[in-house]
């Protein structure tokens, strides 16, 4: 049999008493075998749903745990419970939802941690929106919000600062953002010059 990820899917020769192993029909309209009965076309096994959407596979995550876009256009990259990313460098993501663990880099819009979810790192956003935890460098270029449940702590800056009762920030905390100016050079005398007769 082909591997399901790459090429065409062959179809298998049914094993007496297992019901999972089944050959279904594939072919335009037809489903292959995911959410709808042999032979039975796509759209009237999702009777009901939106036309346009395709038929899900049994035991398929939820569309919370799958990376998508977001409503904006943007991209959104969903970290779900009980999942551990580790050691990576996050770019190009808008908006960043933390449901499990995450150990990274990261430099986006939005990151958004969930009450069981976690982040150790370094991160530079626009908005922050915590309810878990975030133990590293944060740079929050717009507004910083820790719900009831949230917990930051690290090296912190903040463009405004929203903390609900419960909320706690701890570490070193700084407001605003130092615009840094090169030093000037320290004055010289002149002197006047020499004109020569």
Known sequence: MATPF???RETETPQAGNPLNTSRPVG???SPGYGS???QPAAAANAGSS???PAKPFGSPPAAAVSSATAEGGSKLTVGPNIKLKGVEITDCDTLVVEGMVEATMDSRVIQIAE???F???AEIDVAEIRGEFHGNLTVRQKLVIYSTGKV???IRYGKLVIEEGGQLSGEIQFGFDTVTPAKPAA??????LQVA
């Open 6 to 8: 790459f090429g065409k």
């Open 37 to 39: 009965t042999a032979g």
């Open 116 to 118: 069981q979810g976690a």
């Open 153 to 155: 702590t690290g090296t």
């Open 188 to 193: 010289v005398p002149t002197r006047p010059e």
């Open 120 to 122: 150790r790192g370094s």
């Open 28 to 30: 335009p309209g037809l």
């Open 51 to 53: 036309p346009s959407s």
